[in-house]
């Protein structure tokens, strides 16, 4: 793979070789590696030195090799600060820079990579409240530390200094003309099913795709991939009032998505270039083609329930040990009709990317009223009821989808407790809540726990635009929201049920926490 991605690199004519390395190698992704390496002035990766100080990786699932930062300590030394934008990239013995940067469309994607990395990590109010906010936390410690490796004096004046580095790097990009070339604006993107704004299209439904597109502009492009890996297809978009784009010349582009498969995820971004000579580019996100939009396509629900998850038990203490006597996590399938349920070709999943995470073993059934249990422990060489996936006590969900990919079942719990089952109310068909555990047995008559803080859910779950809070308390209780890097976009005081406007909110997953309970939240776009 390597010796092929290599041959690829250097022996492909320019005309073609975007479209030719980009089936061998995550050409974008090593575009955004080289953006982030020049514009921190990296004396110590590929970018300066182009043999050492960096990893390369083959993802085994989309079959491409990518490049990754390795050992990037060494940024804006004094003598780096003024290299320019394309540092290197004359050079044949840096074939990345070299081979890559001739092409002119990845030319002008590596610059509009390069001038996110600007925006969002040089921007000189940002960097001075960090910068200062760290000396300030370190101050005193600094001044009283006996064995201190320079004076305080030294550092006092260092600090300012190092802002100045970055400075002088953003001014140096910003001289650069090709830097400064100004790309399209791209306003709103929004994926329309039957006319609605961002939802989940049903199985094989066509998606269209629309793009508000500030003047001056060569082109606009659709990108979209029918997977959550792998490389993306181009569509060209039109503002002829003939593509779902509203009127003909009214700065909206418009493209459509082929149906999928029902559980696809779907991932899309837009670019557009300017109708000058460089054809400079812009993209939405910016962060693309890893910082993406994406939807699911709908799971169709079965004709009638046949199993269902009953019950899941995610902090197993002493409720039951498996065949190895081991205090395990399981998961509690009932069949609430009369007749047996042949499992095979059946799923369990923890999760909405990898939808047959868990196939049940072929001959796996359930009796008419029985119950089965998987251990969710990832011991498959144990038995044959054991998952290749844990359940986390901190709350996760599990879903359980039949032979024809459809979702029979889905649970999504908060924050659990030991020995506690989350289990249905009345047995088989009730809501879940938090109770004695009740072991491949009816839940009917266990004692459910008053415990510290209010029950909550939300619905709808996955959401694109917004979603309504449930607690279990009639009392006003404090509910944060927090997305993946833990910062806080939410909290209210929420008593029995409220609704929320997420349509602002980043595509990504959140925690929501309202006293000991807590949730995931997924919002897609």
Same mark, same amino acid.
């Given at each position: 793979?390597?010796? =092929? ?16 390395? @980009? ?40 079959? =491409? ?30 074939? +990345? ?6 092409? &002119? ?23 001075? *409240? ?6 300030? +936390? ?6 009283? $530390? ?25 001014? *140096? ?16 993107? $929004? ?72 559980? /696809? ?33 709908? +799971?169709?629900? &079965?004709?009638?329930? /046949? ?28 069949? &609430?009709? &009369? ?78 407790? $030991?020995?506690?089952?989350?289990? =249905? ?25 008053? +415990? @510290? ?31 993946? *890097? ?38 897609? =776009?």
């Amino acid at each position: 793979d390597l010796v =092929r991605v290599c041959d690829k690199l250097n022996n492909t004519p320019l005309v073609t070789l975007y479209d030719t390395l @980009e089936k061998y190698m995550d050409v974008d992704r090593v575009l955004w590696f080289l953006a982030c390496e020049n514009a921190f002035a990296d004396d110590d990766g590929y970018i300066y030195k182009g043999k050492m100080d960096y990893c390369l990786y083959w993802d085994e699932v989309s079959g =491409r090799i990518t490049t990754q930062e390795y050992d990037g300590n060494s940024i804006l030394e004094n003598q780096n600060v003024t290299w320019g934008p394309f540092y290197h990239a004359t050079d044949p013995n840096y074939p +990345l820079l070299y081979k890559l940067l001739q092409v &002119p469309e990845l030319r002008q994607r590596y610059l509009a990579h390069l001038r996110s990395v600007m925006a969002e990590l040089l921007d000189q109010a940002q960097l001075q *409240t960090v910068i200062s906010g760290y000396a300030t +936390l370190v101050d005193t410690i600094v001044l009283n $530390d006996p064995k201190k490796l320079m004076t305080y004096t030294q550092f006092t004046s260092g600090w300012p200094a190092f802002l100045n580095l970055f400075n002088t790097r953003r001014n *140096t990009l910003n001289s650069n003309s090709e830097v400064v070339q100004v790309a399209p604006t791209i306003g709103t993107v $929004d994926h329309v099913v039957n006319g609605q704004l961002n939802v989940a299209p049903t199985a094989g439904g066509t998606v269209n795709v629309r793009a508000m597109v500030g003047s001056g502009v060569s082109s606009v492009s659709l990108f979209w991939c029918p997977q959550l890996w792998g490389s993306f297809e181009r569509l060209a978009m039109f503002d002829d009032g003939l593509h779902d784009d509203g009127a003909s010349g009214d700065g909206t582009y418009g493209a459509s998505i082929p149906g999928q498969n029902a559980g /696809s995820w779907v991932r899309y971004y837009v670019e557009a270039k300017a109708n000058n000579t460089a054809l400079s580019a812009s993209y939405a996100p910016p962060g693309a083609e890893h910082d993406v939009f994406v939807y699911q396509v709908q +799971l169709p629900p &079965p004709p009638q329930p /046949s199993v269902v998850i009953n019950e899941v038990m995610a902090k197993n203490v002493s409720t039951a040990e498996d065949e190895y006597n081991e205090a395990e996590d399981w998961i509690e399938l009932y069949n &609430p009709t &009369p007749d047996p349920v042949d499992l095979s070709g059946w799923f369990l999943t923890d999760t909405p990317f990898d939808l047959y995470k868990w196939p049940f073993p072929a001959g796996s059934s359930i009796t008419g009223y029985g119950y089965l249990i998987v251990w969710a422990d990832e011991d498959g060489w144990q038995a044959p009821l054991h998952a290749n996936f844990k359940l986390s006590g901190d709350g996760e969900e599990v879903r359980l989808i039949n032979a024809d990919s459809m979702q029979v079942d889905a649970v999504l719990f908060g924050e659990q407790f $030991d020995d506690l089952g989350y289990a =249905r109310l009345p047995n088989g068909y009730g809501p879940f809540v938090i109770q004695q555990a009740t072991f491949a047995a009816t839940n009917d008559f266990a004692g459910v726990n008053e +415990l @510290e803080g209010p029950m909550i859910s939300a619905f709808p779950n996955p959401t694109s635009d917004g979603f309504t809070f449930l607690t279990g308390s009639t009392q006003m209780t404090d509910v944060s929201v927090y997305d993946a *890097t833990a910062r806080r976009v939410w909290n209210g005081r929420v008593s029995g049920r409220i609704e929320i406007d997420a349509s602002n909110w980043a595509t990504g997953s959140y925690t929501v926490k309202a006293g000991s309970s807590a949730l995931k939240l997924m919002v897609i =776009r």
